[in-house]
């Protein structure tokens, strides 16, 4: 790629309202622009780092053993009221009517929409276990969006659904997951925790969350660097009853006063869900013993938009974005120091030759522009090699 014909209008300062780094980064990265509160455009740069982060997952996902589909982002009141989110849900889920008066909503989630398919298609034990995923737009009419891609109302999540017939199945699919999960962030580059999470009201019986550690992180983990508890605060609070937190009650295995607390994001979750979507919907297979039964289910989600936020939550210094190499835009960046001088242009055009015949997702810096202009923008958008 060439710079001269690539869109990435940078910035030299980051427009106001963004407060954390990855925000004002990525606005000044050119990576990406708002439209309106939460809703944001992804630029040239920004997009290659969202699909660099979204090909991770998809070939762990893949490698997990699930099947990629794409479901409808526009889904039917109905579907929501066999479940009850559709009073349940407050003004989180953004309703509409279409042309026939009929109700529908914009997916925050798809556990009605794939229960509903799985059911209709999936009639025997010898059919299960099932395990779907997509990465698809997400909509959450989230009361306080804020810091860019990170608590957007429109974002773009993996979310993954197993069906399975017995409980050991979901055991083992619930595994494979949290081990593709490990190997996604790690893969990522970040450094982070999975920690023991509160299923909250979605009523499962196991769940994990993985958070990137990070200051500007909005949730609390609790954690012990001797052995490997760690919790999300309100899990430990929840514990430890209406006593505050006491490093006993937490971690019961080391010694006393070990615990430290940091604050993380949270870039995925993995639930148990157990039987509750397939119980209110009607989601049954025949088993081996010619019993009717519901399928036990698990989902798993990551906010892939999130993620590439997280990264560089994790990587810049005061020039820019450091993005780990997996996660960046381009792998280098060739900048031509001087326009003027033909042998210097000359190089630089033959080494972009030679770098992308070799296969290297180079970008090669051929603006008419300063070499001071030229360095400050391959330092803010955080390519690793430069030449
Ligand atoms: P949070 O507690 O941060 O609001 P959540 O627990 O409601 O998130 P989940 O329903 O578990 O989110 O969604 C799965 C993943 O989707 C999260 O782990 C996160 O990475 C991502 N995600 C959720 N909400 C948003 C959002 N508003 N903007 C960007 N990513 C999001
Ligand atoms: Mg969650």
């Not at 479901?71 to 009073?87: D, F, I, N, S, Y």
């Not at 958070?211 to 899990?235: R, S």
Request: aromatic share 8%; glycine share 8%.
């Amino acid at each position: 790629m060439k710079y001269s014909q690539l869109f990435c209008p940078t910035l030299k300062e980051a427009p106001q309202g963004a407060e954390v780094a990855s925000h004002k980064l990525m606005l000044r990265a050119g990576m990406i622009r708002q439209v309106a509160a939460g809703i944001y455009d992804m630029l040239p740069v920004g997009l290659r780092v969202l699909r660099k982060v979204e090909n991770i997952i998809r070939e762990e996902m893949n490698h997990a053993g699930a099947q990629e589909v794409l479901l409808p982002m526009v889904q039917p009141a109905e579907l929501w009221k066999e479940t009850g989110r559709w009073e349940g849900n407050g003004k989180e889920l953004l309703r509409f009517k279409d042309r026939h008066e009929r109700d529908f909503c914009l997916g925050p989630t798809h556990e009605e929409i794939i229960t509903d398919l799985v059911r209709r298609e999936v009639k025997s034990y010898k059919q299960l276990p099932v395990v779907l995923y997509q990465i698809q737009t997400k909509f959450r009419d989230e009361v306080r969006p804020r810091f860019g891609l990170m608590r957007g109302r429109e974002f773009i999540m993996k979310d993954c659904y197993s069906f399975d017939a017995t409980q050991e199945g979901l055991d083992k699919n619930y595994k494979a997951m949290s081990q593709a999960y490990h190997n996604i962030f790690k893969r990522c580059g970040l450094k982070f925790r999975s920690v023991e999470a509160d299923s909250g009201n979605i009523g499962g019986s196991a769940s994990e969350e993985f958070m990137v550690l990070a200051d500007t992180g909005e949730d609390f983990i609790i954690h012990c660097p001797n052995c490997n508890y760690a919790a999300n605060i309100e899990k430990a609070v929840n514990k430890a009853g209406t006593k505050p937190i006491q490093e006993n009650d937490a971690c019961a295995k080391c010694e006393p006063g070990k615990l430290q607390i940091v604050k993380g994001i949270e870039v995925g979750h993995i639930f148990k869900l157990g039987t509750k979507y397939s119980e209110s919907m009607g989601a049954k297979f025949l088993d081996s013993d010619g019993k009717q039964k519901e399928m036990i289910m698990g989902c798993y989600g990551i906010g892939a938009g999130r993620t590439a936020a997280a990264a560089i939550e994790q990587n810049f210094d005061d020039r820019g974005i450091i993005f780990p190499p997996a996660l960046a835009p381009f792998d280098a960046v060739i900048v031509i120091a001087k326009m003027r001088d033909e042998n210097i242009v000359k190089a630089g055009f033959e080494l972009y030759e030679k770098m992308k015949s070799a296969g290297i997702d180079v970008l090669l810096d051929d603006r008419d522009a300063s070499f001071g202009a030229k360095a400050a923008d391959a330092d803010l958008i955080g390519v690793p090699v430069r030449v």
